[in-house]
């Protein structure tokens, strides 16, 4: 059969397609750009027919209609494997369930059978001559869904770019049970203006960076602002290995700071996983033969990023104890992100040649009656979630510098962590590191 012919007999609407959903199913939504906006209405529309539906996503970036419409859990329960300002909200009023990973791991999960799918339902680029649609923004463990679903339904969208990938970045129209069409916007997340803390710290990280080097940066105003130094640098030859593109990449392609000329592996060729940023940033990702998307069992593997010599890491965190145990995803028992990839980076880019890696946070912020909080703290004792244990710590950068953990011994952590934290919590600091025996008569105050 000729694979327009194909296509028309498996079009349908969102309505009819949802239909294949039955109670006690496990959906999967994919994870960014990949979200079924029509798909998502549709099945959010059968609230009052179905129970026990399942829904997996990460990071949304608009209204979900089977959380918005089904206020109370009756039909549908939403599960996230990563979070974003939206589904924080979502968890903070008990609409949404947080599931931990790792995300070199996450497609394991599906290929295992440790996350059953009865359907998969994502976003693609339109069907090409061949009869392939291009999984565009997202490539992450979108394979592993698909490959892990009984019931395939694709939402093809117009608006999505085609990006090469190195592999699993297609998907056939043969291996479809069902094709929707939806011409609206995709999902966007224009960077956040960095802040004059954020312009600090990247002060302070900056003279860490060189030519040649490869960048894996995260998402939020500190690695805005420093996208704009590197921009304005003299820096050279920068190489693009990361988990999330975002509008800093783009910012440093268009000044020509990323040629990727000086990488080990795919010289020559930016590699990303997931995109999430501006629709110019999707544009210029379309056909762009610079670039590649890669499975997340690939980007973030530590034992490729070890091959990567010259790899810096750069990425946020909530708070650090005196230890050196970093939190990075919760707030006490309050669900703010998740793992990601950062002890994927951090574990790669210490095993890679001349490679570092960084967590960046500011020091204190203030609540809504005022109270100042320092985000350097004794110890956690309120159920904060541990990303980075304290083996693992890297160099921590606050807007009053930088300290290396690595090779410290206790009494020395605490003394480089007091001494980048606000100057109105470090007498408290030292005070704490006495009374928890890991503070030398001989450090300074």
């Given amino acids: 059969?000729?694979?327009?012919?194909?296509?028309?007999?498996?079009?349908?609407?969102?309505?009819?397609?949802?239909?294949?959903v039955k109670s006690g199913d496990w959906i999967d939504y994919s994870q960014g750009c990949s979200f079924p906006t029509?798909?998502?209405?549709?099945?959010?529309?059968?609230?009052?027919?179905?129970?026990?539906?399942?829904?997996?996503?990460?990071?949304?970036?608009?209204?979900?209609?089977?959380?918005?419409?089904?206020?109370?859990?009756?039909a549908?329960?939403?599960?996230?494997?990563?979070?974003?300002?939206?589904?924080?909200?979502?968890?903070?009023?008990?609409?949404?369930?947080?599931?931990p990973m790792a995300f070199r791991n996450c497609g394991s999960y599906y290929s295992r059978g440790l996350a059953p799918v009865n359907a998969a339902m994502i976003?693609?680029?339109?069907?090409?001559?061949?009869?392939?649609?291009?999984?565009?923004?997202?490539?992450?463990?979108?394979?592993?869904?698909?490959?892990?679903?009984?019931?395939?339904?694709?939402?093809?969208?117009?608006?999505?770019?085609?990006?090469?990938?190195?592999?699993?970045?297609?998907?056939?129209?043969?291996e479809v049970t069902h094709v929707v069409e939806y011409d609206g916007s995709l999902c966007t997340a224009p960077g956040r203006a960095a802040t004059e803390s954020d312009r600090q710290i990247a002060a302070h990280i900056f003279p860490y960076l060189y030519d040649g080097m490869n960048l894996q940066l995260g998402i939020g105003g500190i690695p805005n602002a420093l996208g704009?130094?590197?921009?304005?640098s003299d820096l050279q030859d920068v190489g693009m290995h990361t988990e999330l593109m975002s509008d800093g990449y783009l910012q440093l392609y268009?000044?020509?700071?990323?040629?990727?000329?000086?990488?080990?592996?795919?010289?020559?060729?930016g590699v990303f996983s997931i995109c999430l940023g501006s629709a110019e940033l999707y544009e210029f990702l379309h056909y762009n033969q610079d670039i590649?998307?890669?499975?997340?069992?690939?980007?973030?593997?530590?034992?490729?990023?070890?091959?990567?010599d010259n790899f810096?890491?750069?990425?946020?965190?909530?708070?650090?104890?005196?230890?050196?145990?970093?939190?990075?995803?919760?707030?006490?028992?309050?669900?703010?992100?998740?793992?990601?990839?950062?002890?994927?980076?951090?574990?790669?880019?210490?095993?890679?040649?001349?490679?570092?890696?960084?967590?960046?946070?500011?020091?204190?912020?203030?609540?809504?009656?005022?109270v100042k909080h320092s985000h350097i703290v004794p110890r956690f004792t309120a159920g904060d979630i541990i990303t980075t244990p304290r083996t693992q710590a890297p160099y921590l950068v606050t807007e009053y510098g930088v300290a290396q953990l690595a090779g410290l011994t206790t009494w020395q952590r605490a003394e480089a962590l007091i001494a980048i934290a606000h100057p109105e919590f470090r007498e408290m600091l030292i005070q704490a590191a006495a009374a928890q025996g890991i503070w030398r008569q001989s450090n300074k105050r």
């Avoid at 609407?13 to 949802?18: G, S």
């Avoid at 704009?228 to 304005?232: F, G, T, V």
């Fill in 1 to 20: 059969m000729k694979v327009y012919e194909e296509y028309k007999k498996k079009l349908c609407t969102p309505q009819e397609a949802v239909q294949a």
């Fill in 38 to 74: 029509a798909l998502d209405c549709a099945l959010a529309a059968r609230r009052d027919e179905l129970r026990d539906v399942k829904i997996r996503n990460a990071i949304s970036c608009r209204p979900v209609q089977v959380v918005e419409q089904d206020k109370e859990r009756q």
């Fill in 76 to 99: 549908f329960t939403y599960n996230l494997w990563h979070c974003s300002g939206l589904d924080r909200q979502y968890l903070d009023q008990g609409r949404a369930f947080h599931a």
């Fill in 228 to 232: 704009e130094l590197i921009a304005a």
């Fill in 254 to 269: 268009k000044a020509g700071k990323i040629t990727n000329k000086r990488k080990r592996l795919q010289r020559h060729k």
């Fill in 292 to 308: 590649l998307s890669a499975p997340m069992s690939y980007v973030n593997n530590p034992e490729v990023i070890r091959q990567l």
């Fill in 123 to 174: 976003t693609v680029a339109p069907m090409d001559a061949r009869g392939n649609f291009s999984y565009g923004l997202t490539n992450c463990c979108q394979q592993e869904v698909l490959d892990a679903a009984e019931v395939i339904i694709l939402e093809v969208n117009p608006h999505m770019p085609v990006v090469y990938g190195m592999e699993n970045d297609h998907i056939h129209i043969s």
């Fill in 312 to 370: 810096v890491s750069i990425n946020g965190c909530i708070a650090v104890d005196l230890y050196g145990q970093v939190s990075s995803e919760s707030a006490g028992i309050r669900q703010i992100s998740g793992t990601g990839g950062q002890l994927d980076f951090i574990t790669g880019a210490y095993m890679a040649a001349e490679g570092k890696a960084f967590l960046a946070m500011r020091s204190m912020h203030a609540d809504k009656h005022g």
